[in-house]
């Protein structure tokens, strides 16, 4: 079991800035992914960027040039520094933590955390 806990979201206005960040605890594996999703009141849960245990990142094309994710593997954290925002980012954003065993080949996917709330005004 692993279990997420969001952090650092907030009110900003347009252009502002926003670290996200995302602490895993419980049984962690040595390697895995993790990412961040996002949802908006009547919307679909959107993934926004992600970063492989390599260190391979990807971003929805909104994010891109924007926001950066980044991991501490050292404490199993992973987070989400946010530039020049846009009320359409205004979301709850989640993270997510997802770990391949090696020997099963088992997918393991961590529950989902609270989330944090990022509101960006106009």
């Known amino acids: 079991q692993v279990q997420l806990a969001e952090s650092g979201g907030g009110l900003v206005q347009t252009g502002g800035s926003l670290r996200l960040s995302c602490a895993a605890s419980g049984r962690t594996f040595s390697s895995y992914a993790m990412g961040w999703y996002r949802q908006a009141p009547g919307k679909q849960r959107e993934l926004v960027a992600e970063?492989?245990?390599?260190?391979?990142?990807d971003y929805a094309d909104s994010a891109k040039d924007r926001f950066t994710v980044s991991r501490d593997n050292a404490k199993n954290n992973v987070y989400l520094q946010m530039t020049n925002l846009r009320p359409e980012d205004t979301a709850v954003y989640f993270c997510y933590y997802q770990a391949t065993d090696l020997f099963s080949r088992k997918i393991y996917n961590a529950d989902w955390g609270q989330g944090t709330q990022v509101t960006v005004s106009s």
């Open positions: 970063i492989s245990s390599g260190g391979a990142r």
